[in-house]
């Protein structure tokens, strides 16, 4: 899987908005972009996933950029629950591959939400 | 139950010892999957699973033994492990399709903390 950079963390306040980057300049045209989110104690869940257009679902929005080498995970109104690590991953869609089913976790970001 | 579910959750064991952890899948999902998560570490990879079949053992050492009896339930066989292995083993599944690029949501257990002594 290619590689993603993301900031090592971010703070926010409860109830505004957050922005998390991440960066995947060597992007290929078959990689989604995956975004997984860890609270404490707890096993990792998915969140959003996309290809080229934005994406919205009842968690988050998820923002591509056109050239597809940077995205960004849009919480709309951060909450106490929402303090978690959130991973970036790219997911090759070919299904032949070794990558088939497999993700690559990073180091993610870590949210702070402020009350 | 609903979900991914794992048992134990907290495990303590000697070098010496013989454990198991367990997995079980109620999602109905064809594809499982082993990973370890260690302190200051991101999460690794250990073996995959679909429809059964071992596709994936990503180096792991042979004192991790896997076994998938059925596409529900996922078993991590332990054996003379080290304090270095002391982490967070995580199992998920997903519902796989060949030729389906678009959906592979993993669904991921709560994990059983291991502690080598």
């Known amino acids: 899987d290619a590689k993603t950079t993301q900031p090592n963390s971010m703070e926010s306040n409860e109830e505004e908005p957050v922005h998390l980057p991440c960066n995947h300049s060597?992007?290929?045209?078959?990689?989604?972009i995956h975004w997984y989110r860890q609270l404490p104690s707890q096993g990792p869940e998915y969140v959003i996933h996309?290809?080229?257009s934005n994406v919205n679902n009842r968690m988050a929005s998820l923002a591509i950029a056109e050239d597809r080498k940077s995205s960004t995970l849009i919480l709309h109104r951060a909450t106490l629950r929402d303090a978690a690590v959130y991973y970036c991953?790219?997911?090759?869609?070919?299904?032949?591959?070794?990558?088939?089913?497999?993700?690559?976790f990073g180091q993610g970001t870590i949210l702070t939400v402020h009350p | 139950e609903t979900g991914v579910t794992q048992t134990p959750r907290h495990l303590v064991m000697g070098m010496t010892n013989k454990k198991s952890l367990k997995c079980e899948q109620h999602?109905?999902?064809?594809?499982m999957y082993w990973y370890k998560q260690s302190a200051k570490k991101p999460l690794e990879l250990m073996f995959v699973?679909?429809?059964?079949?071992?596709?994936e053992n990503n180096s792991v050492p042979s004192r991790f033994s896997p076994e998938c009896p059925n596409s529900s339930h996922l078993f991590l066989h332990l054996h003379t492990l080290q304090p270095e292995d002391s982490a967070l083993y995580l199992c998920?599944?997903?519902?796989?399709?060949?030729?389906?690029?678009?959906?592979?949501?993993?669904?991921f257990g709560p994990g059983t903390r291991l502690t080598v002594t």
């Open positions: 998920a599944s997903s519902q796989e399709s060949l030729g389906q690029v678009d959906t592979y949501e993993q669904y």
């Open positions: 060597t992007i290929s045209g078959t990689d989604y």
């Open positions: 996309g290809l080229t």
């Open positions: 991953i790219l997911r090759d869609v070919d299904a032949g591959g070794t990558s088939y089913g497999k993700l690559t």
């Open positions: 999602l109905g999902h064809n594809a």
């Open positions: 699973y679909n429809f059964k079949e071992q596709t």
